[in-house]
């Protein structure tokens, strides 16, 4: 949620942060079903245990669909993230001082530490000119160690080696696949509670509450 919060703006679809709010529905939901799987084990309630399996099939809906959207998601934004950064990346104005520069692509960058798209040599072909290229780049590009750093290309080493999709592409996955495992795990165990939880009921029938 927070990824999607700070870098919204490489994003065309606001939805693509529903995965962290499900995987949070479902941590919200999560508490109070585990203090009533513990409770029954003690108290032995009828309308607890037909209670605690309607919570964990809401669980179990909520997670599948979390994970399903977090997979999905960390493979089809790749294409709209690196055309989002490339049309960052060419719509920057920028000249060669030592303007440190607050676009959203200079904060991409300083966030990241990151430079261009897939390197700094993406921005020798965005120059302020048809006919001049700079012998400098953002010094959002420099890495946070050299402070004496002003972009400059006689000094590449200064510069951040890795572009920003390699980088933003990396930490979304990350997260996403965070969630996915997750999820499946947790799905597993939830489908074991459930399982266990039948076989105390199927041991203690009850009939006023057959519909359960």
Known sequence: ILMFKNYGYLFQESYLSLPGWLALATAL??????????????????NQQGTLMYLLLLLL????????????????????????MGY???????????????????L????????????????????????YHPACVPESCCKG????????????????DEGCLKKLKGQLCFAM???????TVLSILELLAGVSNGILMRHQPFHELRIL
């Not at 585990?34 to 409770?39: E, I, N, T």
């Not at 599948?64 to 089809?76: D, F, K, Q």
């Not at 004496?148 to 510069?159: A, N, P, T």
Request: glycine letters at 6%; a positive charge.
């Open 88 to 106: 960052l990346v060419h719509q920057h104005n920028w000249t060669c001082s030592q303007d440190p520069g607050n676009s959203a692509v200079d």
């Open 177 to 183: 696949l965070y969630i996915f495992w997750c999820c």
């Open 29 to 46: 939901i999560l508490l109070p079903t585990g203090v009533l799987a513990v409770s029954i084990s003690v108290k032995r309630s009828r």
């Open 108 to 131: 991409m960058q300083r966030k990241l530490q990151c430079c261009g798209v897939y390197n700094y040599t993406d921005w020798l072909k965005t120059s302020p000119s048809s006919w």
């Open 61 to 84: 809906c909520l997670q599948l669909s979390s994970a399903a959207l977090a997979r999905s998601y960390c493979v089809g934004t790749s294409s709209q993230l690196e055309s989002a």
């Open 145 to 160: 160690k050299h402070s004496d750093c002003r972009g400059d290309l006689g000094h590449v080493e200064q510069l951040s």
